[in-house]
């Protein structure tokens, strides 16, 4: 098996080509892990979100890492790990415009998680 690592660029591309990921957080030293759509644009994963564990998770350990990967023809694959910081774009005054702009970029699929 030939591995090579990927440029900068092309995890910017597979991240933007696609919108299934897998989020991981942790809490006192147990990960947690769930699949999930996201929207990629400006540095940024947007997702879509009720409450719940892994909300309640990252609320009090903000550090996660999501992960996407791309299988192409035979046995290749591409697979990106990006560790982040989880903010929340709250329904308040002061986020309005990057919560339009995560709704405008989620709500162009229309199976959406709803
Ligand atoms: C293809 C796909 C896309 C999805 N997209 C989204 C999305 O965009 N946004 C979103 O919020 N959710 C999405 N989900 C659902 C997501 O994976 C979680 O199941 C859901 O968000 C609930 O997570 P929670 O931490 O709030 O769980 P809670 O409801 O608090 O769950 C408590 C317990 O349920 C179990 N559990 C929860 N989720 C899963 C799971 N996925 N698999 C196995 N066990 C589980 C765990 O044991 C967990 O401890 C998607 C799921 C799939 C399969």
Redesign the pocket.
């Known amino acids: 098996m030939l591995i090579r690592t990927l440029a900068t660029l092309e995890c910017t591309k597979l991240l933007t080509a696609n919108r ?1 990921a897998r989020l991981a957080c942790a809490k006192d030293g147990q990960p947690y892990i ?4 996201y929207a990629h644009s400006d540095n940024h994963l947007y ?4 409450l ?4 309640d998770w990252m609320r009090s350990n903000p550090l996660v890492s999501v992960q996407v990967d791309e299988r192409g023809p035979g046995r290749s694959w591409k697979s990106v790990v990006v560790d982040g910081r989880y903010e929340e774009l709250p329904d308040r005054v002061g986020h309005k415009l990057q919560r339009d702009h995560a709704w405008a970029l989620l709500s162009r699929h229309a199976d959406w ?1 709803e």
């Open positions: 299934f769930v699949p999930l759509y997702a879509f979100s009720m719940g564990k892994k909300i998680w």
